[in-house]
């Protein structure tokens, strides 16, 4: 009998390949998403593209170029074995189910997997995004995927969904556990930074609850640390466009902190589950060299969780609680 229930662990997605025709066709889906930018459509499509899908493709393969592996994205390895470490730990526990990745834009596609698990005989689905802290944004986008998917299916299966896991007690300590290991083999710095993706100022006013929840995840991280609240810098990278952006912006705090007398520091990215471009080029590359350039000596990268046993325990553990109540499930205790 085929497994009959279903997990697919969501990221956000990656071009094909590091070539700009490759990223051109992935930005020009990534973008085309309304909860991405908020803005009337026929304007931002002229933007888009007029301008952005003629410039930025170039740039940006560029930048894939310099994380590229011979097995391919960064995020698409890893979000890979990130599934497939999960998909025998939940076996291993007694789970009757299978663990699939997917992406919101690129592929493997949201549509082409759920197909694929349809046809194998999935009859109940959970689908867990791949983001901590939650928004429109991200999240509320990949669930905008399942059911577009699902409204074309004569019989959907039953749905479940996880908005987040910010202050997710299990997530909160394997991200301890990887500074304190960190530390423990690399020393630690004056400052330890933790950098947030950004998202425009207005998503926050209209309620989108990202910045709280980063936040959050700031402040249940620096407890388990022990940490002194002047010890731990919170700031938002990746901000494009003329609007203002949440704030601290990271660049900015990385060229200020030296100035400040702030010689060495870690970083890490708390806001992605898998190493990709942003976290990869942006903070472990160029994020350094604004730093050293400013008159910082020490920069360290603190990679993010990716496969690693704490992310897939503390995954395990969401998943199961998730899953209670559907047939074959183990109970497991609140």
Aim: proline share 7%.
């Amino acid at each position: 009998m085929p497994r009959r229930t279903a997990v697919v662990l969501a990221n956000l997605g990656t071009p094909d390949g590091p070539d700009a025709r490759s990223v051109r066709r992935y930005l020009a889906e990534f973008l085309a998403d309304p909860r991405i930018v908020e803005m009337p459509r026929w304007l931002w499509r002229l933007i888009l593209h007029g301008v952005i899908l003629r410039i930025r493709p170039g740039r940006s393969a560029h930048a894939y170029t310099k994380v590229w592996t011979p097995e391919g994205s960064p995020l698409q390895t890893g979000t890979r074995a990130l599934a497939d470490a999960l998909d025998a730990a939940m076996r291993a526990s007694g789970h009757d189910v299978v663990v699939r990745h997917a992406m919101r834009y690129g592929n493997p596609s949201i549509p082409a997997v759920m197909r694929e698990l349809a046809a194998a005989g999935m009859q109940r689905l959970l689908v867990v995004p791949l983001f901590p802290q939650f928004s429109a944004t991200t999240a509320a986008s990949v669930l905008d995927a399942v059911g577009a998917e699902l409204r074309g299916w004569r019989v959907p299966p039953e749905l479940r969904f996880v908005n987040d896991y910010h202050d997710d007690p299990a997530h909160l300590d394997a991200l301890a556990r990887s500074v304190e290991a960190h530390w423990a083999a690399r020393g630690r710095g004056e400052r330890l930074v933790l950098s947030f993706h950004g998202i425009p100022e207005r998503y926050v006013r209209n309620g989108d609850p990202y910045r709280s929840q980063c936040e959050a995840t700031a402040e249940g991280l620096r407890q388990r640390l022990g940490l002194a609240t002047d010890a731990m810098v919170v700031c938002f990278q990746s901000r494009v466009g003329r609007e203002p952006w949440l704030s601290p912006y990271t660049d900015h705090v990385l060229a200020a902190l030296p100035r400040e007398g702030v010689r060495s520091i870690d970083i890490l990215c708390p806001g992605f589950s898998i190493d990709c471009l942003e976290t990869l080029e942006e903070i472990a590359m160029a994020g350094r060299d604004t730093f050293l350039a400013a008159g910082g000596e020490r920069y360290a990268y603190i990679p993010s969780l990716n496969d690693s046993p704490g992310q897939v325990a503390a995954l395990q553990a969401l998943v199961a609680r998730h899953l209670q109540g559907w047939p074959g499930m183990p109970s497991v205790a609140s």
